[in-house]
């Protein structure tokens, strides 16, 4: 071991301390296929003696930057902390980090700038981003998009079973005697007809299941909106009508907590029923107590996570995850007075 | 505007659109000091018109990425969710962005990971990295350490007036006749005599009221265990005691949640007050209405993010913020029985 001190320690080196060629090293940093054990504890011991570190810069210049970047809409979503966490179990062991960009405004610039050499892959959350602007920019960088009912040619999918998953909150309403069942949900870009977004299709298997049950004139879908109407409001405005409804299927658990917080408000606990979407970790807190659809996120996350490192490894044929449903039924379900 | 198609736009096409030197453009897309408004409008309509866009390696390369990283030991603690507000607030308007780098594991290697080129500035939460080897770090990159009370000369701090938060809340459990009162924190690790982080300070000014009280013998210290002892479990144990406290100050709102959880299982909710701190946006919510300390998280976030500005245009001497702190009197504080 006669590295010249002063001198950074190359790819070189570590080939000729571990007695392998430039390419093995090359092929055990970048968790590559076709590694023996063997020779990946050689290498792994080398570049560890060494203290051999290839600058992330010219790594992301040569187009590997070791990391895979997961876009989000907003920073506080509940949601996407199981989404992270899975991501994070999935690469545990691999030479690749998780970063988090949350856009909290125009998402294509957020992906622009993740593309831009900053990630080798990514993971979005973009509800309202162009299907034919993401099929082109999984042709410089390879794309998972989560959360979208896509049939996409050049990018993977990640998705929750979002119509037996509201299926399953509408029937055991139903069950329970509700008829006055409201909808209180995302603002309408993000629900649009054919976006293919979960909440689309949840909104429209909420109208489907209303209008099977002969309840099509009792549909209400109310709306939160980003920066003028927040949840409890909307919220608040349902529980005021003549007749509000007996119960509220939330677009998702942070709607529901909003809902809750407005039905305590205004006196209604015992009167009205909430269900939410994500069954987030606070759904089973003894104090909130909200019957919830659990899609799995974790496993979401980590789905994703491998499926970005498949492609990375030379996998091109697209894959299409779904997570199934199971409907956790707790106090905040309630049947009609 | 004569650009060649299919060439890529550079730097020099921006400076002879706008008609100014390629020394102006450069200072405009660094956002540095000296540019006028009329200028700054020139160089930015020419950049929108040839859709010029820095490569971001290149950019990391020679030194800058436009990105500032957060650095944070647990994705999920919800008062991180205040921090990135505030941060893409103070940037909101700059060509930066922010992005979230969750440790999870060994901080060092997450800061070091972020230094490389990745960022141009680090905003770090890591109550147990060495001060030395901070101060170091500081010296390849801009460093706002958050929530640590050190007196570094390389790097800046952004703190919460932890001895005032914390006296306070004891103040007012001591007014509502607590004496029997339990201080349910994080590991011993995060709370080391003398390592400056928040609940190292929080546990000491504990200890010292309860011992100016005249109640130093009650004194009761109990922690979470990051993977054996969750909180909720530290909680029961402490309730389940002879003598159970009447009262438990939580190191932050997420151990006051699981605290809650332990006391309602228990079905001591009538018995047992609970105080938290950082006044997330959950304790004001009717069904946890928990009593908490306010350390205005948004404005730590964004005077973070100011100053990494401030260092990347050209500051070098130390700057320590200390965000003043309200307790929030909530329905969890109930007295005595």
């Known amino acids: 071991m006669s590295i ?36 990946r504890a050689r290498v792994e011991t080398a570049i560890e003696e060494l203290g051999y570190r290839p600058s992330v810069a010219a790594r992301a210049l040569r187009g590997s930057s070791y990391r895979l970047g997961l876009e989000t809409p907003h920073i506080n ?16 062991g691999t030479p690749y980090q998780v970063i988090l960009a949350p856009a909290d405004g125009p998402e294509y610039s957020t992906l622009e700038s993740l593309a831009d050499g900053l990630v080798d892959g990514i993971i979005a959350v973009s509800p ?3 299907t034919a602007w ?27 079973d979002d119509h037996a998953g509201t299926r399953a909150v509408m029937r055991h309403l139903f069950e329970l ?50 920066n003028t109407v927040p949840a ?28 809750l917080d407005a039905i305590v408000s205004a006196g209604m606990r015992d009167r009205v029923a909430v269900v939410g979407y994500d069954n987030t970790d606070l ?30 490894q030379g996998r091109t044929e697209p894959r299409h995850y779904i997570a199934t449903t199971t409907l956790h039924v707790r106090g905040s379900s309630i049947p009609p007075v």
């Open 4 to 39: 010249r001190k002063g001198r950074s320690v190359t790819i070189s080196d570590v080939a000729e301390a571990a007695g392998v060629s430039r390419a093995a090293v090359s092929k055990v940093i970048r968790n590559a296929y076709g590694v023996s054990p063997g020779m």
């Open 77 to 92: 979503a509940r949601f996407m902390g199981q989404i992270m966490h899975g991501a994070k179990q999935a690469v545990d």
């Open 177 to 226: 005697g509700h008829r006055r069942i409201a909808h209180l949900t995302e603002p309408s870009p993000v629900t649009a007809p054919g976006s293919g977004t979960p909440h689309a299709i949840r909104l429209e298997v909420y109208r489907a299941c209303m209008a099977e049950a002969g309840l099509g004139h009792l549909t209400h879908v109310a709306r939160r909106h980003d």
């Open 128 to 130: 309202l981003v162009d």
């Open 283 to 312: 759904a089973a807190h003894p104090l909130i107590d909200l019957t919830s659809v659990d899609q799995q996120g974790v496993e979401m996350g980590a789905q994703a996570a491998t499926m970005l490192l498949e492609r990375l």
């Open 232 to 259: 409890t409001r909307a919220a608040a405005e349902l529980l005021a009508a003549p007749e509000p409804p007996t119960a509220i299927v939330a677009g998702h658990d942070d709607i529901a907590l909003d809902a």
């Open 134 to 160: 993401l099929e082109n920019l999984a042709g410089r960088v390879p794309v998972v998009m989560l959360g979208r009912h896509d049939d996409p040619r050049g990018y993977d999918t990640v998705i929750g």
